[in-house]
Protein backbone atom coordinates (compact mmCIF):
# COMPACT_ATOMS: atom_id res chain seq x y z
CA UNK A 1 0.00 0.00 0.00
CA UNK A 2 1.18 3.55 -0.88
CA UNK A 3 1.38 5.94 1.64
CA UNK A 4 -1.39 8.27 1.85
CA UNK A 5 -0.44 12.27 1.71
CA UNK A 6 -2.89 14.73 1.85
CA UNK A 7 -1.80 18.29 0.68
CA UNK A 8 -2.26 21.23 -1.49
CA UNK A 9 -0.57 20.85 -5.01
CA UNK A 10 1.07 24.94 -4.88
CA UNK A 11 1.90 23.81 -0.82
CA UNK A 12 5.74 24.53 -0.93
CA UNK A 13 5.58 21.92 2.54
CA UNK A 14 4.32 19.36 0.31
CA UNK A 15 6.20 19.47 -2.88
CA UNK A 16 9.46 19.11 -0.89
CA UNK A 17 8.04 16.16 0.71
CA UNK A 18 6.92 14.67 -2.37
CA UNK A 19 10.65 14.94 -3.93
CA UNK A 20 12.10 13.69 -1.05
CA UNK A 21 9.31 10.36 -1.23
CA UNK A 22 10.11 10.36 -4.54
CA UNK A 23 14.08 10.82 -3.92
CA UNK A 24 13.78 7.73 -1.56
CA UNK A 25 11.77 5.33 -3.71
CA UNK A 26 8.53 5.65 -1.31
CA UNK A 27 5.42 5.43 -3.58
CA UNK A 28 2.84 7.48 -2.48
CA UNK A 29 -0.87 8.17 -2.92
CA UNK A 30 -1.61 12.14 -3.17
CA UNK A 31 -4.68 14.07 -2.54
CA UNK A 32 -5.03 17.62 -2.96
CA UNK A 33 -7.38 18.04 -0.47
CA UNK A 34 -8.97 21.02 -2.33
CA UNK A 35 -9.99 18.68 -5.12
CA UNK A 36 -10.11 15.47 -2.91
CA UNK A 37 -11.18 16.40 0.90
CA UNK A 38 -9.96 14.39 3.36
CA UNK A 39 -12.25 11.42 4.72
CA UNK A 40 -13.90 11.80 7.92
CA UNK A 41 -12.14 8.68 9.33
CA UNK A 42 -8.62 10.70 8.55
CA UNK A 43 -9.62 13.61 10.11
CA UNK A 44 -10.75 12.19 13.17
CA UNK A 45 -7.90 10.54 13.85
CA UNK A 46 -5.33 13.06 13.14
CA UNK A 47 -7.43 15.71 15.74
CA UNK A 48 -7.27 12.57 18.32
CA UNK A 49 -3.94 11.81 17.79
CA UNK A 50 -2.60 14.97 17.53
CA UNK A 51 -5.02 17.52 18.71
CA UNK A 52 -7.00 20.52 17.25
CA UNK A 53 -4.09 23.05 17.48
CA UNK A 54 -1.77 20.70 15.89
CA UNK A 55 -4.26 19.62 13.25
CA UNK A 56 -5.75 23.06 11.92
CA UNK A 57 -3.70 26.26 10.70
CA UNK A 58 -4.67 29.29 12.43
CA UNK A 59 -2.30 31.70 10.61
CA UNK A 60 -3.67 30.65 7.74
CA UNK A 61 -5.55 33.50 5.41
CA UNK A 62 -8.17 30.96 5.54
CA UNK A 63 -8.64 31.06 9.19
CA UNK A 64 -8.74 34.67 9.14
CA UNK A 65 -11.18 34.72 6.88
CA UNK A 66 -13.54 32.75 8.91
CA UNK A 67 -15.68 34.63 11.73
CA UNK A 68 -15.55 33.77 15.13
CA UNK A 69 -18.84 31.74 15.26
CA UNK A 70 -17.15 29.36 12.94
CA UNK A 71 -13.59 29.51 14.17
CA UNK A 72 -15.52 28.59 17.67
CA UNK A 73 -17.52 25.33 15.46
CA UNK A 74 -16.48 21.49 16.11
CA UNK A 75 -12.89 20.72 14.57
CA UNK A 76 -13.94 18.20 12.12
CA UNK A 77 -16.81 20.44 10.64
CA UNK A 78 -14.72 22.98 9.99
CA UNK A 79 -12.38 21.06 8.30
CA UNK A 80 -14.75 19.47 6.41
CA UNK A 81 -16.29 22.85 5.15
CA UNK A 82 -12.79 24.33 4.29
CA UNK A 83 -10.10 22.13 3.52
CA UNK A 84 -7.35 24.08 2.82
CA UNK A 85 -7.29 24.66 7.31
CA UNK A 86 -5.50 21.59 8.00
CA UNK A 87 -1.96 21.91 8.48
CA UNK A 88 -0.18 19.87 5.44
CA UNK A 89 0.82 17.79 4.58
CA UNK A 90 -0.53 14.90 6.41
CA UNK A 91 0.60 11.22 6.07
CA UNK A 92 -1.14 8.14 6.60
CA UNK A 93 1.28 5.27 7.32
CA UNK A 94 0.08 1.68 6.31
CA UNK A 95 0.19 1.16 10.35
CA UNK A 96 -2.71 3.83 10.09
CA UNK A 97 -0.34 6.15 12.00
CA UNK A 98 -0.89 9.90 11.09
CA UNK A 99 1.85 12.65 10.97
CA UNK A 100 1.02 15.71 10.06
CA UNK A 101 3.90 18.40 8.53
CA UNK A 102 7.37 18.83 7.44
CA UNK A 103 9.82 19.22 10.02
CA UNK A 104 12.67 16.82 11.33
CA UNK A 105 9.98 14.67 13.41
CA UNK A 106 7.94 13.77 10.34
CA UNK A 107 10.92 13.22 8.29
CA UNK A 108 12.41 11.06 11.08
CA UNK A 109 8.85 9.36 10.89
CA UNK A 110 9.14 8.54 7.76
CA UNK A 111 12.85 7.36 8.10
CA UNK A 112 14.19 10.54 5.60
CA UNK A 113 16.15 12.06 8.65
Known sequence: MALQVYGLKNC???????????????????????????????????????????VINRRSTTWRGLDEAARAGNPVDLLVANPPLMKRPLFVMADGAIIIGWDDGARAALRLA
Open 12 to 54: DSCRAALKALDGAGIEVAFRDVRDDGVPLDVLRRALDAHGADK
